[in-house]
């Protein structure tokens, strides 16, 4: 039983989620992987909810990584269906609770019109402050960093440092993840923001991703509150 959080304990500003087990989740079932996809959503629309109701500033979903173009076309496809879909649907309920989207990673290569309902819907809620929904599409933490270093270059730098890079990675306008959950029990960050995790608190429950919600964000939020950050220091 976990106690009730409150908005005077030691809660992370940004939480970063790897939304892992939508294909097992629907294999177990006997269903087909799109299907787990699709019910990941729905855990999607519920962390919102919950991470609204903590108090939580940020949240990136690792929605699609640079990596996921090995999969098949048809699930892709799915992917790109569901994105679609979704950015049409949550206009509203983005406006009716305050929800900014925002998103990293190279958009380009996908359908165009995938991207423009994105787009839209970035500058529908751009105004939003109760909760940044950022997410990794086409994202990959090493291309990131190379993007930022090319940047750079291009710029005319000959000596870069730390906060060169920070400040031309995708989440330059974002803080850095204070909190890292990566769902299924897989223990391992895939490529996701390496370079904004260098001091991020990491948590891997076992619970497949279309079957979280507020209970299991709760549990992880109880469990990061007990934790000491101490960025290589003595507390």
């Known amino acids: 039983m976990f106690k009730k959080i409150k908005l005077s304990d030691n ?3 940004h939480i970063g989620i790897i939304m892992d087990g939508n294909g097992r989740w629907a294999t177990k079932r006997g269903l087909p992987r799109n299907l787990g996809h699709k019910e990941g959503v729905n855990a999607v629309d519920r962390t919102i909810d919950a991470l609204i109701k903590f108090n939580i500033k940020v949240v990136t979903f690792f929605a699609f990584s640079t990596e996921n173009w ?19 649907n949550q206009k509203e309920e983005f406006l009716l609770k305050g929800v ?10 996908f359908p165009k019109d995938l991207v423009d309902e994105l787009r839209n819907l970035q500058e529908k809620t751009k105004n939003n402050d109760k909760l940044i929904v950022n997410l990794a599409i086409n ?9 930022a270093v090319n940047n750079l ?7 870069i440092t730390k906060e060169d890079i920070s400040s031309h990675l ?3 306008d974002l803080p850095d993840p204070d909190f890292v959950i990566r769902t299924s029990g897989e223990e391992r960050i895939s490529n996701f923001m390496i370079y904004q995790m260098a001091y991020s608190e990491l948590y891997f429950p076992k619970v497949l991703w279309p ?3 507020e209970k299991d964000l709760l549990k ?3 469990i990061y509150s007990k934790r000491e950050r101490r960025y290589g220091g003595i507390k």
């Not at 900014?100 to 290569?109: E, P, Q, T, W």
């Not at 994202?139 to 993007?147: A, H, P, S, T």
């Open 153 to 159: 270059i291009a710029e005319g730098k000959t000596e």
């Open 170 to 172: 995708y989440t330059a």
């Open 211 to 213: 079957d979280f919600g």
């Open 11 to 13: 809660l992370p500003k």
């Open 139 to 147: 994202y990959g933490g090493k291309d990131d960093i190379v993007r």
């Open 100 to 109: 900014k989207l925002m998103s990293i990673g190279d958009v380009d290569k």
């Open 220 to 222: 992880a939020l109880e």
């Open 70 to 88: 090995k999969r098949s076309k048809q699930e892709i496809d799915g992917i790109f269906d569901l994105l679609r879909n979704y950015f049409i």
